[in-house]
């Protein structure tokens, strides 16, 4: 793990992304109290904008209201989630 100053990053911004890229995890140290970290978007994560978020949101409203959804409990939806 390396560590360095926002100045650092902004010095040798693609230098640190090829590291990045090639596995090595970085943090971004910002004052004393905030620190980041920098990680490759891969193909499995999700992104999506927000019509695209409200368009599905729209969907699953409308199957529960068409009797399609189905009730969890809030352990059921952490069990299914893995929390």
């Known amino acids: ?3 360095i100053s926002t ?3 902004r ?5 640190y992304l090829d ?3 090639d596995g090595m995890e970085i943090l971004i140290r910002r004052d004393k109290e ?3 970290k920098i990680i ?6 999700t992104l999506m904008n927000m019509e ?3 368009s599905m949101l729209n969907r ?3 199957n529960i209201k068409d009797g399609k959804g189905k009730e969890y409990t809030l352990e059921e939806l952490r069990i299914k989630m893995g929390l």
């Open 1 to 3: 793990m390396l560590v």
């Open 7 to 9: 100045r650092e990053f």
């Open 11 to 15: 010095d040798n911004q693609k230098n």
């Open 19 to 21: 590291k990045v890229d």
């Open 34 to 36: 905030k620190t980041y």
């Open 40 to 45: 490759p978007v891969t193909k499995d994560d």
């Open 52 to 54: 695209e978020y409200y």
């Open 60 to 62: 699953g409203l409308q």
